[in-house]
């Protein structure tokens, strides 16, 4: 059974950083491409970013130059550093995970990812 696990998060002033991480475990690691994603109060789940194993990448306009993603494929992790953040980057964020296929696009509509982690508040507030 495919477990995702999150950690990071909090409460951090417009114009700070956070870090979130994500570990997979439990499937088969050699195909596959990891997320993030969140979802504002009253607001539909969107992309943030992804990666896939040799590392390429793809991020929402929103976040472009603020955020970054990352993978350790060791660990099966990945991360999310968040920088320059604003109030409205307050979501709840979520790691997804996903069978990914060669040469396929990477893509963040959020109802084509099958495995979720549980989320974590982001707010970001003076």
């Known amino acids: 059974q495919l477990q995702i696990r999150q950690s990071g998060g909090g409460l951090v002033h417009p114009g700070g950083s956070l870090r979130l991480s994500c570990e997979v475990t439990?499937?088969?690691?050699?195909?596959?491409?990891l997320g993030w994603f969140r979802q504002a109060p009253g607001k539909e789940r969107e992309g943030v970013a992804c990666?896939?194993?040799?590392?390429?990448?793809a991020y929402s306009d929103s976040v472009k130059g603020r955020f970054t993603i990352s993978r350790d494929n060791a660990k099966n992790a990945v991360y999310l550093q968040m920088n320059s953040l604003k109030p409205e980057d307050t979501a709840v964020y979520f790691c997804?995970?996903?069978?990914?296929?060669?040469?396929?696009?990477?893509?963040?509509?959020?109802?084509?990812?099958?495995?979720w982690g549980q989320g974590t508040q982001v707010t970001v507030s003076s």
């Open positions: 997804a995970a996903d069978r990914y296929y060669s040469g396929a696009v990477l893509d963040l509509r959020p109802e084509v990812w099958d495995h």
């Open positions: 990666i896939i194993r040799d590392g390429n990448t």
């Open positions: 439990n499937w088969d690691t050699r195909y596959y491409i």
